[in-house]
Structures are given as structure tokens and as C-alpha cells.
């Protein structure tokens, strides 16, 4: 898992709270996304920054802001959440644009975020 | 609209006994298929993947999967189940023509029995 990273690994906040989720890849890749990982739900795709455009999910609470200083690390930032909020973050990138072969995307370990 | 459907939220299986953890499709044009594996407390990782060529795909830890597209499925199969393999298995299709957006499915949780 050294491929991609995340930071926190663990998360405990308020509903009033700003916090920040980091993910770092040192894969060389030019597509980096965050998923929301819930108990008996499919994985949720929730921001996708690929080749350096931010491809908007509309289903995603403005509670929730990414940011993507460079194609090696990724924010997700955080204000006023709810507790449905809780959940799995997951980190993942991956290499577009060439052939499908490439298309595999690669997690990181993930930031288990609770809101109280 | 590109889907995946995992039939089964557990499946358990004894230790040295063929598993199989389903998985069935629907997309529009040719699918690129994967399957993934996660640990507990730990993120997704990549097991094996169809994109073209033969139908049965080899992929890492002994697993194999089955493409089959009249029956539009990508079953997983390993031949001899150990009890490291117990985790949750994730299918996904791609969608090369949404930015390479991945669909999964909602996981099937494997229980290898000793």
C-alpha cells in the first residue's frame, strides 16, 4: 500500500467541526479520485480529478470539497457534516488516457471517519 | 446504464474447497471487468482483470475468473480456498467513455472455514 497514501488513518469529528482528508500517490499517475465506502452500499464515486479537470459528482453534498494541488496528492475537505457522513473514505488513482490494459485503479487504505 | 450485480452478501466456504464469488454485468459495448479484494481495515486491491482475449483471466493469490458474455457474468473461482483468503470481494466494470468511471458492486463477503 505504499503506492497510495492517506492521512488520517482515523477521524473522529464534530458536526461543527473543518477537517481535512489527504491522500498522496507515488505511482506516477494522472487521474486521482475519492469514494465513500458505506456498510451493504456500492462503493460511492464521489469526486474524480482526471488529467487535471475536476469531474463534478451532483449527488455530492457542498459539505464536502476536494482539491487537487498537483497530480500526486488530493484533499478532501471537510465542514458541518451529518452522521450519515461516517463512513470509509477511500483514495484511489489511477493512468488515463492510454490503453485499457492501464485501467486499473489503485486504493489507498482509506481514512475511517466518524462524526459525532 | 453500466451496473454490476454481486448476488451474494456472504458466501463460506471450507479450508481446500473450490470457492466461487459471483458477479454478472451490464454495460453498453465491450466490458472491462475487474475484481477486487479488501482486508479488513485496509483499502481495495487489485486481483485480476478482463479487457480482451481468452475468457479465463489468472490473476494474483491463485484466483482465477471466467468471462462468460452470453451469460454476461465474471465469476471468481480459486481452486483450493485457504482462511487468509477470507475478506470482501468487490466486481466492478468500467466505463471507458465516462472518464473511466468504475462501477462496483456492493461486495460479497467471503468466511473460509478451517
Known amino acids: 500500500e505504499t503506492g497510495v497514501t492517506q492521512t488520517p488513518r482515523h477521524l473522529v469529528m464534530g458536526m461543527t467541526n473543518k477537517k481535512s482528508l489527504k491522500c498522496e500517490q507515488h505511482l506516477g499517475h494522472n487521474a486521482m479520485y475519492w469514494y465513500k465506502q458505506s456498510a451493504k452500499k456500492p462503493l460511492e464515486l464521489m469526486f474524480v480529478y482526471s488529467l487535471e479537470e475536476r469531474v463534478e459528482n451532483n449527488s455530492v453534498p457542498s459539505r464536502f470539497s476536494p482539491e487537487c494541488p498537483n497530480s500526486s496528492h488530493l484533499f478532501l475537505h471537510l465542514h458541518t457534516l451529518q452522521p450519515e457522513d461516517s463512513a470509509l473514505y477511500l483514495c484511489?488513482?489511477?493512468?488515463?488516457?492510454?490503453?485499457?490494459?492501464?485501467?486499473?485503479?489503485?486504493f489507498g487504505p482509506g481514512t475511517r471517519l466518524t462524526v459525532t | 446504464a453500466q451496473s454490476v450485480a454481486q448476488p451474494e452478501d456472504q458466501v463460506n466456504v471450507a479450508e481446500g474447497n473450490p470457492l466461487t464469488v459471483k458477479c454478472t454485468y451490464s454495460?453498453?459495448?465491450?466490458?472491462?471487468l475487474f475484481w477486487y479484494v479488501q482486508y479488513p481495515n485496509r483499502g481495495l486491491q487489485f486481483l485480476l482483470k478482463y479487457i480482451t482475449g481468452d475468457n479465463l483471466v489468472k490473476g494474483s493469490y491463485g484466483f482465477e475468473a471466467e468471462f462468460n458474455k452470453s451469460q454476461t457474468s465474471f465469476h471468481l473461482k480459486k481452486p483450493s480456498a485457504l482462511v487468509s483468503d477470507s475478506a470482501l470481494y468487490f466486481c466492478a466494470v468500467i466505463c471507458t467513455w465516462t472518464g473511466n468511471q468504475f462501477y462496483f458492486g456492493t461486495g460479497t463477503s467471503l468466511t473460509v472455514i478451517p
Open positions: 454495460v453498453s459495448g465491450n466490458p472491462y
Open positions: 484511489a488513482s489511477s493512468q488515463v488516457g492510454g490503453p485499457p490494459s492501464s485501467y486499473e485503479q489503485y
